[in-house]
């Protein structure tokens, strides 16, 4: 146990080129030192110092080695350099992915004192919180910058760690902080401060005690339930502690949690295509506009009364105007006794009613240059007034409900092309998440990696593979990919996952790996004690993906400020669960943020088989088939092969999913079963 009576233990990381190579160069290390000396020994023990390059994760590695080990934990930790703006600087960026809890109060006093000596004060950006028990501060690399920038908070600094080593904050106000405040030094009482005992470092589900311990109705109310993995393998559970739930209900789940659809009004462009439209969009224009024709001919003017119907109009007329399908004028209207060259789709003369096809004319003479019609002659009578004309807004009505809400807007033009026709420039759409997708494994190698495998080494195939899949759903405003995140050394996923958040400010997290029971399966106490997360579920009754998680991390937008709950979905790392999965839970997850909340999944459609399949027993099989187009119209799905969960090519050319009723025996060939359609139907099948 720590007190005020014990000092706290500092650690001063040095970031810079210079000093990595020659550590004499260093200044800041020294005076950054005497400064907390001058403090008293009594408050700071002896720094640890240590020098990195600017290198993300080194300085990472090097934070982490401070933060996350009990028995090796610094309470305060200063950086100095890699703050400013130039390309090299990386501090900042590398420092808050690991900040649990942010301390802009520490950064204003900072940036305050140095504006107060110069301007350039401007010029660090400093990122200051905690992790786990320890303080992080980030100060400039020049000695004076980052002396001053410590001398402004450094008198708050013994209280802020004690805090942060889990003091309790109401023994400390009831005496410390009031001394504090009169001498803006440290508690000097004389009573000890208790801290909470090292146990894991995320106490706010129980930690606090103002909640009633017993009351855990929400999942975000239970304490953790996945493994503390400091404890050792010895200590893990030997059966799952999550509820095995039913797809449906785990589909309720992801549903309820994912943020609903959020519009936004975007130009109309092709790059709307795969968007949902937010509301009703009636036409700003008529299409057409004004009276046009529907041929290439003759604009007329024929009786239009219905007893006159059949007098006809044969005969020979002057050519007296020419309307052209263009941009510029109308035409005159027609003198009486003569008609009007018309083309596709130009204005017909306001007193015309009728075209008369070209191909229903013979030319009688021309102008003297021989270019021009002078007159023609009209061949037939089987024209009626408004024939071959389109009036105003018969394509499209102005005002009238063009598409309503909730339209997709497919890629086949179509939509677009309405939208576009009727004026419409800019569309209230939902806007499409970013979703990155993270491997995770000590085995897993990267695809690009030349080197041959060796020992239990894999090949990624799970991401490019899931990659694929959700760049072809089309629903994702950025599909990113996010690499690989390792087991070891502890703390590796983690950092992969906050860097994942806020370098690429995705809005969902796919994973694969690491979520059944093994000691290096991670992602569940990852989750919940590393990132104080919630896991709404983490085990579904299906074969395969049986421990597939879902999860949700509170993080706080750096920008805006505000808590956003950012989605993570663990599936398991056997290639066809992983798949299975992203179709069953993903998309469903996707389908509401974009507005498609009707669906909960891919299509579903009854198939006959074409070969006997086997069922299991204990949980619902979604065996992967070809789905073609019967002879006879009807769909037919025939198996993939052996169905190991392993298995890769157990996915190859599937475009569906059998739903396999959870039961003992067969569905034999010819049968009919449920299929979750994953992609189109092909060709013809075999019978
Ligand atoms: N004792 C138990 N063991 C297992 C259970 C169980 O209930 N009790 N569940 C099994 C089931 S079902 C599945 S599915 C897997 C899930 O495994 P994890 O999600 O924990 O994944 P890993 O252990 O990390 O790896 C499993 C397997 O997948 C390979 N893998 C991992 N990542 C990739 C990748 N990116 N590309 C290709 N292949 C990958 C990995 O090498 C392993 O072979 O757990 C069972 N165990
Ligand atoms: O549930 Mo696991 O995905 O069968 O192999
Ligand atoms: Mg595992």
């Known amino acids: ?38 403090e008293g020994s009594d408050k700071w023990t002896e720094p640890w110092i240590e020098i990195v390059p600017d290198d993300a994760t080194r300085i990472q590695n090097a934070v982490r080695k401070w933060t996350d080990d009990d028995h090796n934990n610094a ?39 140095s504006l107060e000596i110069t301007p350039f004060g401007a010029m660090s950006r400093p990122v200051a919180g905690v992790r786990g028990k320890a303080l992080i501060l980030t100060l400039p690399g020049s000695p004076k910058g980052a002396k001053e920038n410590l001398q402004a908070v450094l008198k708050m600094l013994p209280h802020a760690c004690l805090q942060a080593a889990g003091a309790d904050s109401r023994t400390m106000h009831a005496g410390g902080v009031k001394k504090l405040e ?22 706010h589900h129980h930690g606090h005690g103002h909640k009633i311990p017993q009351a855990h109705t929400r999942p975000e109310d239970r304490p953790p339930r996945s493994n503390d993995p400091t404890l050792g393998a010895t200590q893990r559970h030997r059966s799952s502690p999550y509820p095995m739930l039913s797809v449906l209900e ?47 001919g003759y604009a007329v003017k024929v009786p239009d009364n219905a007893s006159q119907k059949h007098i006809g109009i044969k005969g020979t007329f002057p050519v007296a105007a020419v ?30 009613n009728a075209v008369v096809m070209v191909e229903d004319t013979a030319l009688v003479s021309t102008t003297a240059n021989g270019f021009e019609e002078a007159t023609i002659e ?35 033009g179509g939509e677009i092309g309405v939208l576009a026709a009727a004026g419409i420039r800019t569309l209230p759409v939902f806007t499409k998440p970013r979703i990155g997708v993270l491997s995770t494994g000590d085995e897993v190698t990267d695809i690009s990696d030349p080197i041959p495998l060796s020992g239990g080494q894999i090949r990624d195939s799970n991401r490019p593979s899931l990659l694929s899949l959700l760049q072809g759903w089309n629903l994702c405003s950025a599909v990113i990919d996010l690499g690989i995140a390792r087991d070891t050394p502890p703390g590796s996923l983690e950092t992969a996952l906050r860097s994942s958040l806020a370098t690429h400010n995705v809005d969902i997290i796919v994973t694969t790996g690491g979520v059944s029971m ?21 085990r579904v009754s299906m074969k395969p993906g049986k421990p597939t998680t879902f999860a949700s991390v509170p993080i706080k937008d750096t920008v805006s400020g505000d808590r956003r709950e950012k989605l993570i979905f663990g599936l398991p790392g056997n290639p066809a669960s992983a798949i299975v999965t992203a179709n069953l839970f993903v998309l469903p997850a996707l389908q509401r943020m974009v507005g498609l909340g009707g669906k909960r999944g891919p299509e579903r459609v009854m198939v006959r088989l074409e070969g006997r399949v086997k069922c299991d027993k204990a949980r619902v099989e979604y065996h992967r088939v070809v789905v073609s187009c019967g002879r006879d119209g009807g769909l037919l799905a025939a198996s993939t092969g ?44 075999s019978t």
């Open 75 to 113: 309470n305060l930790i200063i950086t100095t350099g890699g703050t400013g703006f130039a390309v090299k600087d990386i501090t900042p960026e590398a420092i808050a992915p690991l900040i649990h809890r942010p301390a802009p109060g520490l950064i204003h006093a900072m940036l305050a004192a």
């Open 518 to 538: 093994g000691e290096l399966d991670l992602l569940k106490p990852t989750i919940e004690r590393g990132m104080g997360g919630t896991i709404h579920f983490g």
């Open 182 to 203: 009169e001498d803006a030094g440290v508690s000097t009482r004389s009573e000890k401060v208790s801290i909470a005992p090292p146990h894991h470092h995320h106490d």
């Open 250 to 296: 785990a589909v309720s789940i992801i549903v309820e949690r994912a943020p609903a659809a959020v519009p936004a009004s975007l130009p109309l462009s092709p790059a709307l295509a795969n968007h949902v439209i937010a509301s009703d969009i009636h036409a700003l224009e008529a299409v057409p506009a004004y009276r046009a024709s529907i041929v290439d």
């Open 378 to 412: 009209i061949l037939t009578d089987a024209i009626e007034a408004g024939e071959n004309v389109r009036e105003p807004g018969s394509d499209i009505q102005l005002n009238s409900l063009i598409l309503p809400k909730g339209t997709f807007i497919t890629s086949l």
């Open 1 to 38: 146990m720590q007190s005020t009576a014990s000092p706290l233990r500092p650690a001063i990381l040095i970031i810079s080129e210079t000093a990595f190579k020659d550590p004499t160069t260093d200044k800041a290390g020294n005076i950054l030192r005497e400064t907390l000396k001058a």
């Open 642 to 685: 052996m169905q190991r969960s392993s298995r890769v090519g157990s996915l190859a050319y599937a475009n569906a999913l059998l739903v396999l009723p959870q039961r003992e025996g067969w569905l034999e060939k010819g049968e009919k079963c449920e299929a979750l359609m994953m992609g189109p139907v092909i060709g013809f099948g």
């Open 323 to 352: 309307s052209h399908a263009q941009a510029s004028g109308m035409p005159p209207p027609l003198a009486e006794g003569t008609i009007a060259r018309i083309t596709t789709g130009a204005p017909l003369p306001a007193n015309a």
